[in-house]
T-cell receptor
């Protein structure tokens, strides 16, 4: 069956460090992969989209990699700040978005 | 401002009630979506509309009935719900239907079934 797995445990890091979140998938052949941020009580907010033929995508302090051989995407936040604390969701599929459960990130001062 | 507005933000209803959730998008998008988000579970896609036509219905019980009267508005009509239907219901829109399209979400309606 199709699965999207993200770190189930919350990730706690210190301000200024790089946060790395993982998204693994099985039984998918996605053409695109997207990352979203969700704050408590709010809807998800789109961050980045990466295509299957792209190895890496950057936007300000964010970097996403996409390895279709490993069936994995890594999401990096460099120079993390307490305001980056949120749940981060990955989403993929060829025809309709399927979301992972998300990983909660807590950045402490 | 989100560009996608959902009302009400909170709703408490009994199992025999009938209510409707409303979603409005001001982005000029052609595709709209309903998702269900339950605790500890990933977002579940319920319905997809493209150019006001329903193009996907993911085995959702008939007690949930969507309506898309125009490209800016989407409704989810609820009747005879069950306690397990308590969840956050999210509406989203995208320029067109397709997995290369970023989706813009509203802040959801928190639904509680008594």
């Amino acid at each position: 069956s199709q699965k999207i797995e993200q770190n189930s445990e919350a990730l706690n890091i210190q301000e200024g460090k790089t946060a790395t979140l993982t998204c693994n998938y099985t039984n998918y052949s996605p053409a695109y992969l997207q990352w979203y941020r969700q704050d408590p009580g709010r809807g998800p907010v789109f961050l980045l989209l990466i295509r299957e033929n792209e190895k890496e995508k950057r936007k300000e302090r964010l970097k996403v990699t996409f390895d279709t051989t490993l069936k994995q995407s890594l999401f990096h936040i460099t120079a993390s700040q307490p305001a980056d604390s949120a749940t981060y969701l990955c989403a993929l599929d060829r025809y309709a978005l399927n979301f992972g459960k998300g990983t909660s990130l807590l950045v402490t001062p | 401002e989100t560009g996608v507005t959902q009302t009400p933000r909170h709703l408490v209803m009994g199992m025999t009630n009938k209510k409707s959730l409303k979603c409005e998008q001001h982005l000029g998008h052609n595709a709209m979506y309903w998702y269900k988000q339950s605790a500890k579970k990933p977002l579940e896609l319920m319905f997809v509309y493209s150019l006001e036509e329903r193009v996907e219905n993911n085995s959702v019980p008939s007690r949930f009935s969507p309506e898309c009267p125009n490209s800016s508005h989407l409704f989810l009509h609820l009747h005879t719900l069950q306690p397990e239907d308590s969840a956050l219901y999210l509406c989203a829109s995208s320029q067109d239907r397709g997995d290369d399209q970023p989706q813009h979400f509203g802040d959801g309606t928190r639904l509680s079934i008594l």
